[in-house]
Nanobody
Framework: VQLVESGGGLVQAGGSLRLSCAVS????????MGWFRQAPGKEREFVAT????????IYADSVEARFTISRDHHNNIMYLQMDNLKPEDTAVYYC????????????????WGQGTQVTVSS
């Protein structure tokens, strides 16, 4: 399974970005997907996760009501819509995949993208 993120960039506080994660090499409909992020000098942290059918989503408290995770089964793409961005959202964002069961723990994910930088200026 290969994952490729895109959509990162520089945005002012209060702005929006949409990250994409294109999935290939595996059965997209069997994969639970997640977004994680890592800021400089900090450990990687959970952002959001979505079940294989999109029926269940879980968010970190820090992004609840600002970020929306979704998936497009026709094009095998996962998205993270990020609204009302804050400087503390600055990080490298990674998409991840695992078979079947949804999880908030990064150690549970077998497949990772290369990451995309998101920078929010104040």
């Amino acid at each position: 399974v290969q994952l490729v993120e895109s959509g990162g960039g520089l945005v002012q506080a209060g702005g929006s970005l949409r990250l994409s994660c294109a999935v290939s090499g595996g059965p997209f409909s069997n994969l639970a997907m997640g977004w994680f992020r890592q800021a400089p000098g900090k450990e990687r942290e959970f952002v959001a996760t979505i079940s294989w059918n999109g029926g269940t989503t879980i968010y970190a408290d820090s992004v609840e009501a600002r970020f929306t995770i979704s998936r497009d089964h026709h094009n095998n793409i996962m998205y993270l819509q990020m609204d009302n961005l804050k400087p503390e959202d600055t990080a490298v964002y990674y998409c991840a995949a695992r078979y079947f069961r949804i999880s908030q723990a990064d150690v549970d994910y077998a497949y990772w993208g290369q990451g995309t930088q998101v920078t929010v200026s104040s």
